[in-house]
């Protein structure tokens, strides 16, 4: 699987983890790692992704909208440099907690 989803033993963080390109090919893959969860907590983690395109950025302003909007606590870790440059780009440094 290239979307894996982890929640905390207390329930109040999902992990979801991207390995490989994260492109619309995994749009719905993604939407169903948090889809059906409450979420207070939702943690990116990008060590293993390869690439990242503008559909990734959509699915990402999807799951913020989805955790609450501005209300929201999500953080991207473990980016690439590109990565981290991209989404500061974006601006979603100022939407996103990024490392």
Same mark, same amino acid.
């Given at each position: 699987? #290239?979307?894996?989803?982890?929640? /905390?033993?207390?329930?109040? +963080?999902?992990? =979801?983890? =991207? +390995? ?6 995994? *749009? ?5 790692? %948090?889809?059906?969860?409450?979420? /207070? +907590? ?8 390869? %690439?990242?395109? /503008? ?10 909208? *989805?955790?609450?909007?501005?209300? #929201? ?12 440059? =991209? ?13």
């Amino acid at each position: 699987m #290239s979307v894996v989803t982890e929640i /905390s033993p207390d329930g109040k +963080k999902l992990t =979801i983890s =991207i +390995k490989g390109r994260f492109d619309f090919a995994k *749009h719905q893959e993604f939407r169903k790692s %948090y889809e059906q969860q409450i979420l /207070s +907590k939702v943690v990116v983690d990008l060590k293993e992704a390869t %690439y990242l395109d /503008s559909s990734a950025l959509g699915m990402l302003l999807l799951l913020r909208d *989805h955790a609450g909007g501005d209300d #929201s606590d999500i953080r991207v870790v473990n980016s690439s440099s590109d990565v981290r440059k =991209i989404l500061a780009i974006s601006n979603f440094d100022k939407l996103f907690d990024i490392s």
